[in-house]
C-alpha cells in the first residue's frame, strides 16, 4: 500500500503579530492614499490656473474654446509688472544681501563661542521662525510707520529682515561646527587676523552652507506676503502683494488676467526654488544637525 501524507493548510495568521501587520498595512494605503488626493487636487489647481491664462472663452466646457497669450500683455501692462519685479528682485536682493552679512558672523559666535544666555538667545532666535508672520508683524509695521519707513522699500526690507536673519543663522550653525577647529587654529598660526581667517579660511570652506541659506532665503521673501503687506506701499509692493491686490482691488479685471499674472508668480518662485535645490538638500541638513548634536 502507498503511504498517502496530508499536508496541512497554512496557517493563518490570527495573533496579534497578524492583526499589526493589517493595520500596518491599512496605515501605508491611507497615508498613500492622502498623499496622492493632496497631489491630485494641487495639480487639479495649477492646471486649471494656467489653462485659464490661456484660455479666450471657457464656459459649461471642460476645456476653453480657444487659446491665446494676450492676457499676458494685458496683466504686464495692467498691472505695471514690469515696475513690480524690478521692486520685487530689489527688495529680495537687499535681504538676501543683508542676512548673509549679519546672520553667517552671527552663527559664527553662535556656533563657537560659549557665553552666558546663549540658549535664551537661540530661542528668541527661533521664535520669528515659530511664531505667525501676523503676529508680530502688526506691531512692527506700527513701529516702523511710526518712525517713517512704513510704505518704503527700506521698511520692507527690515521686515523681511526680522524672520530672515534668525533663518540663516540655524542653517548654518550645523555647517560651521562640521569645520575642525584646528583648521582655524592653523590658520592663525601662520598669523592670519580673524577677518583674513573667516574670509580666506572659512569662507570658502562654508561657500556650500552660504548660498543654500541664502537661496532659501530668496525664495522664503519672495512668497513672504503677511511682513511684506503690513509696510509695503504704492511704491514698495513685491509680486505677492501686487497679486493680492489684483484679486481683491475695486473694478473688473478679466480673470484669465490675474490667472497669468497668478501663473508668472508661480514661476518666478518654483524657478528660484529649483536653483536652491540644487544646492542643497534639506534631507542632509536634518541629518547633519542630528550628526552634530549626538556629538
Known sequence: MTAVTLEAPPAVATGPSGLRSVGSRLWIVA??????????????????????????????????????????????????LHDVLLVTFQIVGAVVLLSGLLGVPAAYAMARRDFPGKKVMMLIFLLPLLVPPVTFGIPLATVLYQSGLGGTMAGVVLANLVPTVPFVI???????????PR???AARVFGAGTFRMFVHVLLPLLMPGVLAALLLVLVRTIAMFELTFLTAGPSSQTLVVALYYAVFA????????????????????????VIALRFVNPTQMVTRSKRQSAH
Open 31 to 80: 497615508v498613500w492614499s492622502a498623499v496622492i488626493f493632496f497631489i491630485v487636487n494641487l495639480l487639479g489647481i495649477i492646471a486649471a490656473v494656467v489653462t485659464s491664462s490661456f484660455a479666450t472663452r471657457w464656459l459649461r466646457s471642460w476645456l476653453p474654446n480657444d487659446y491665446t497669450t494676450r492676457w499676458y500683455l494685458s496683466a504686464w501692462d495692467e498691472f505695471q
Open 170 to 180: 540655524l542653517v548654518m550653525i550645523p555647517f560651521i561646527e562640521q569645520i575642525d
Open 250 to 273: 475695486a473694478g473688473v479685471r478679466a480673470v484669465q488676467s490675474i490667472d497669468a499674472m497668478a501663473v508668472v508668480y508661480m514661476v518666478t518662485t518654483l524657478i528660484w526654488l
Open 183 to 185: 583648521v582655524e587654529a
